[in-house]
C-alpha cells in the first residue's frame, strides 16, 4: 500500500490531474492526469512527485530574491545592462540560494519515498521544470526551461532543482516571455522529479498523433534512436521514422504500419558515472546504426497508446516515450497538446512549385511544404547567433531553444542533424519557414553569403539547389466545394504526395501508379533481386548490396518496400477507393533500373512492346510480378487497407486477361475473395471492341486517355512533328468513350477516366459527364476547379 503525504510544497503525480496546472505546470499535471486516468488502462508512466509553484515563490521569499530578480529584468529594460548580464546574474542568485529546510525535508523525505517504492537505496530520476505557463495550447516552447537527467541521492537532486528554478531565466526563456507578454514575476515554475527508464540501455524518442507535415490526423509518427530521448528532442542525430495508420489499430488481425524509414542515429546518450555530467553522449556502434531501435510489436503497443492518449485530451498529442533496456518494457514520460498543425484551419491549401529546376547539392527531410530562397548564413555555435543576417538561410548542424530569436528571422532553415520532431522541425512549423533537416554536411557544402533556393514541396525529400530559383504560389480555396454525382478522384504517384493533397474534396485515387514507388524508392529491376546470385554486373551487384543491406532476403525489399509505400497511399484515402496500377514500365525503362539491363530486350518501338499484361504472365518477369502481388497482398490483408483495387494495364486480348487473373489467383489474389476488385485499363481498341466480354473478366474499366487516342489515332503521343494531331476531344476517341460507358453500364460495370484531358480541356469534362462516367480522376491541382465544373454541369443536366 502507497503512502501519500499531502504537503504544501511537493506532490506525488498520482494525486494531481489537468486541473492543477496552476500549482505544477502543464508537463507534470499532465503526468499526473496520465497516471490517473490511464495507467489503468495499461500505459506505463513512471512514478514520481512534483514540486509545487508554492515550493517556489516561498523559495524566492526565504532568499528574499524578487526584489533582486526584478531590479536586473528593470535594468535590462532600461537598456543599462544586456540580456546576457541580467540572466546571468539572475541565475546565480538561484544558485546561491538555499532551500528553507522544512522545504528541503519534505523533498528528500519524497525522494526516499521514491526510493522506497523502487526497491532501491538511490533511484535515478529525471528532473524537469515545467512552468505554470509552458505547455499550455499555442505554446510549443517545451524545453525553455532545463532537465536534468540520471540525477542519483538526495544531494544531486536538491542541485537539480536549484538549477531548474534557475533556468526560469535563461537568455531564451526571458525572450519567450517577453515576446507572449507572460510576466516574468507571474511565472512560478514546478519542478517534476521522475524515476528514469533505462532507455540508455534501449532506445527513446517522440510520437505524434498526426503527420506532422501534412497534418493528417489518422496516423501516429513515432522517431526513435538509441540511448536517452534527449538526441531526438533536440535534433542531434537523424533518426528512425515509423508511422502507423489509426482507423485499423483496434482490428487485432491487422499491422497497419505504413512506414519504417531506417536513420543514422549517429550519437547515443547513456549514463556516466564520475565527474560532473551524469550522461555521456558517444558514437552509436555501426551495427546499432544498421538497426531499427522499435520492433514492429513495440511500434503498434506505441501507436496504440498514442490513440488511447489523444482521444482522452480529446486533441493531437506530442509524446515522448521510452524503452526500458532492462526490463523491455515502454514507458510514456511525458504528453502535450500539439500546437502546429492542429490549430490551422481546413479553408485553404498553399502550394509552391519550382518553375526552373537547377542543380542539386543537398538532400534532407522537408519540413513543411514551401519554398524559400536567400543567402546562406553559417552559423555553428549559439555563441555565434548575433552574427545572423535578417533573411538569410540559416545553416547550422542541429538548433536548440537558444536559437529562436534567429530562426524567426529566417528565410528558412538547413541543419545537418534531426529528424521531424526535432527543436528545429519544430519551431520552424510554428513560424512558418521552411526547413531541410538531416542533410548530413550542410555547414561543409555551403559557404557564407552563397546562394541557394530551399525546397519542401517536392514530397518527403527536401532539396537544396545552387542559385536563387524562381518558383510558384498557388492557393486553392477549400470552402463551398459543391458535391457531385460523379467521383472525382486523384492520379498520385508519391506516397508523399498522396497526404500532401488529402484534404482535397476527392472520393479516392483513381490511378496510383506503382512505377513512382519502383523507381524513386526501390530503385532496383526486381528480376535483380530474384536473380541476385546470377548477376553479371559487380557494379549493379555492389549497389544492391549497399541498398539491400537490412535484408536477408534481397526479394523481401522489393516486397516490403513497394507494400509501405503503396500501404501509405491507400492510408490516404481509406476507406475510399484507391486503384492501384499494377507495373506498366516499357522496357527501356526497366532497362534503367538497376541490374535491369540483364533483363530487358531491347525493342525499336517500347511503347507498343512488351509492356503491362504481356510481362505478367511471360518468364521474363513472371516472378517479378508475384513480387508486386506479394506487396499488394501485404497491403490488403496484413496492413488491412482493403480499400485498395487491383488494375491491370496495357491488356490487349481476352486470353491475356485470363492469363493475368490465373497469374493473380497463383499469388492468392483471387478477384471477388476478401471483396478485392480487379479492374483493366481502356487504353486499345479491343477494350473498347470487345468490352462487354472483358466485363466478364474484370469489375470495372479506368480509361487511359494518352494511350487510347494514340491507338485510335495511330500518332505517337511522344512524337513533337505530331503534336497538332493527338486530341483527346477527337470525335473517333469520343465515339470510343461513349461506347465503352454504354457497354460496361450494360454489364453493371464502372467506368473511370485518369487521363490528363480533364485537366487540360474543361469541355471535355462535361462532355464525360454527358456520357454519364462514374468518376474521373485528376492531377491534385486541377480537382477543386474541375470539381466545380462538374456540379456545374450536373445542375444544368438536372434542369
Known amino acids: 500500500m502507497k503512502t501519500i503525504v499531502k504537503t504544501h510544497y511537493t506532490r506525488w503525480f498520482e494525486e494531481t490531474d489537468i486541473s492543477d496546472i496552476p500549482s505544477i505546470g502543464g508537463k507534470n499535471a499532465s503526468l499526473g492526469e496520465m497516471i490517473q486516468m490511464l495507467k489503468p488502462k495499461g500505459i506505463r508512466i513512471p512514478e514520481g512527485f512534483a514540486l509545487t509553484a508554492e515550493a517556489y515563490w516561498v523559495f524566492l521569499e526565504a532568499n528574499h530574491l524578487t526584489d533582486k530578480i526584478q531590479s536586473y529584468l528593470d535594468q535590462f529594460h532600461e537598456n543599462k545592462i544586456p540580456l546576457e548580464k541580467a540572466g546571468r546574474s539572475i541565475r546565480r542568485l538561484f544558485l546561491h540560494a538555499h532551500f528553507p529546510e522544512e522545504m528541503e525535508q519534505e523533498i528528500r523525505r519524497s525522494y526516499l519515498e521514491l526510493c522506497h517504492r523502487y526497491q532501491k537505496d538511490e533511484v535515478d530520476v529525471a528532473v524537469r521544470s515545467s512552468a505554470t505557463a509552458e ?314 553569403g552563397q546562394e541557394v533556393t530551399l525546397s519542401c514541396a517536392e514530397g518527403e525529400k527536401g532539396f537544396v539547389y545552387e542559385g536563387i530559383l524562381p518558383f510558384e504560389e498557388t ?107 499494377m507495373s506498366d514500365f516499357k522496357t527501356n525503362e526497366y532497362a534503367n533500373l538497376i541490374g535491369g539491363k540483364e533483363f530487358e530486350p531491347h525493342e525499336s518501338n517500347p511503347m507498343l512492346g512488351f509492356r503491362g499484361a504481356s510481362r505478367y504472365y511471360n518468364n521474363r518477369y513472371r516472378e517479378g510480378f508475384a513480387l508486386e502481388c506479394q506487396a499488394i497482398k501485404r497491403v490488403r490483408e496484413k496492413m488491412g487497407l482493403t480499400n485498395v483495387i487491383v488494375m491491370i494495364p496495357f491488356c490487349r486480348t481476352l486470353d491475356e486477361a485470363d492469363k493475368v487473373l490465373q497469374e493473380l489467383a497463383k499469388n492468392h489474389l483471387n478477384r471477388g475473395e476478401n471483396g478485392l476488385q480487379v479492374y483493366v485499363m481502356c487504353e486499345i481498341p479491343s477494350n473498347v471492341i470487345l468490352a462487354e466480354e472483358f466485363s466478364k473478366r474484370f469489375d470495372g474499366f479506368s480509361i487511359g486517355s494518352n494511350d487510347l487516342t494514340q491507338l485510335v489515332l495511330g500518332v505517337d503521343r511522344d512524337s513533337s512533328i505530331l503534336a497538332q494531331l493527338f486530341d483527346e476531344r477527337n470525335p473517333a476517341v469520343k465515339h470510343m468513350i461513349h461506347d465503352l460507358i454504354q457497354k460496361a453500364h450494360r454489364a453493371r460495370r464502372k467506368v473511370g477516366l485518369c487521363g490528363q484531358a480533364p485537366s487540360d480541356y474543361p469541355e471535355f469534362a462535361e462532355f464525360l459527364v454527358e456520357e454519364g462516367i462514374d468518376s474521373i480522376s485528376l492531377n491534385p491541382d486541377s480537382v477543386v476547379s474541375i470539381k466545380k465544373l462538374v456540379a456545374d454541369k450536373e445542375a444544368r443536366q438536372k434542369k
Open 475 to 581: 492557393e486553392l480555396n477549400l470552402k463551398d466545394i459543391p458535391e457531385t454525382k460523379t467521383q472525382i478522384m486523384m492520379n498520385i504517384a508519391s506516397p508523399a504526395g498522396a497526404f500532401r493533397w488529402w484534404q482535397l474534396p476527392c472520393q479516392g485515387i483513381g490511378l496510383a501508379r506503382m512505377e513512382f514507388i519502383i523507381n524513386n524508392i526501390i530503385k532496383i529491376h526486381p528480376m535483380a533481386l530474384i536473380r541476385f546470385d546470377d548477376l553479371e554486373d559487380e557494379g549493379a551487384k555492389k549497389q544492391i548490396e549497399q541498398i539491400t543491406h537490412q535484408y536477408k532476403d534481397k526479394s523481401e525489399y522489393f516486397v516490403d518496400q513497394l507494400a509501405l509505400g503503396i500501404g501509405k497511399i491507400a492510408a490516404s484515402q481509406y476507406p475510399n477507393p484507391v486503384i492501384v496500377r
Open 135 to 448: 505547455d499550455l495550447p499555442g505554446s510549443s516552447f517545451a524545453g525553455q526551461q532545463e532537465s536534468f537527467l540520471n540525477i542519483v541521492g538526495p544531494e544531486e537532486l536538491m542541485d537539480a532543482c536549484r538549477k531548474c528554478y534557475a533556468s526560469l531565466f535563461t537568455d531564451r526563456a526571458i525572450t519567450y516571455r517577453e515576446e507572449r507578454g507572460f510576466g516574468h514575476m507571474k511565472v512560478a515554475l514546478s519542478v517534476g522529479v521522475q524515476k528514469m527508464v533505462r532507455s540508455d540501455k534501449a532506445g527513446a524518442g517522440v510520437m505524434f498523433t498526426l503527420d506532422t507535415e501534412s497534418g493528417f490526423r489518422d496516423v501516429i509518427l513515432i522517431n526513435a534512436a538509441w540511448g536517452l530521448g534527449e538526441n531526438v528532442v533536440k535534433g542531434r542525430v537523424i533518426p528512425d521514422e515509423y508511422m502507423v495508420f489509426k482507423p485499423l489499430l483496434d482490428k487485432k488481425d491487422y499491422q497497419p504500419i505504413i512506414e519504417k524509414n531506417i536513420g543514422a542515429k549517429e550519437k547515443k546518450m547513456i549514463y556516466t558515472t564520475g565527474g560532473s555530467h551524469t550522461t555521456n553522449n558517444i558514437n552509436t556502434p555501426k551495427a546499432e546504426q544498421e538497426r531499427f531501435v522499435l520492433s514492429d510489436a513495440d511500434i503498434l503497443e506505441l501507436a496504440q497508446w498514442g490513440c488511447l492518449i489523444e482521444s482522452h485530451y480529446n486533441q493531437p498529442m506530442d509524446i515522448e516515450w521510452a524503452k526500458d533496456g532492462e526490463s523491455g518494457e515502454l514507458f510514456i514520460v511525458q504528453a502535450r497538446p500539439e500546437t502546429v498543425q492542429s490549430r490551422k484551419t481546413n479553408g485553404a491549401l498553399k502550394t509552391y512549385k519550382l518553375s526552373q529546376m537547377g542543380k542539386r547539392i543537398l538532400t534532407g527531410l522537408s519540413i513543411g511544404e514551401a519554398i524559400a530562397s536567400g543567402k546562406v548564413c553559417l552559423i555553428k555555435s549559439p555563441e555565434d547567433i548575433n552574427q545572423f543576417i535578417d533573411g538569410a538561410i540559416l545553416v547550422t548542424e542541429m538548433t536548440d531553444p537558444d536559437w529562436v530569436p534567429i530562426i524567426r528571422r529566417s528565410a528558412g532553415i538547413i541543419t545537418e542533424h534531426g529528424g521531424r520532431t526535432c527543436h528545429a522541425a519544430i519551431v520552424s512549423r510554428e513560424f512558418g519557414i521552411p526547413a531541410v533537416v538531416g542533410t548530413g554536411n550542410a555547414t561543409q557544402i555551403l559557404n557564407n
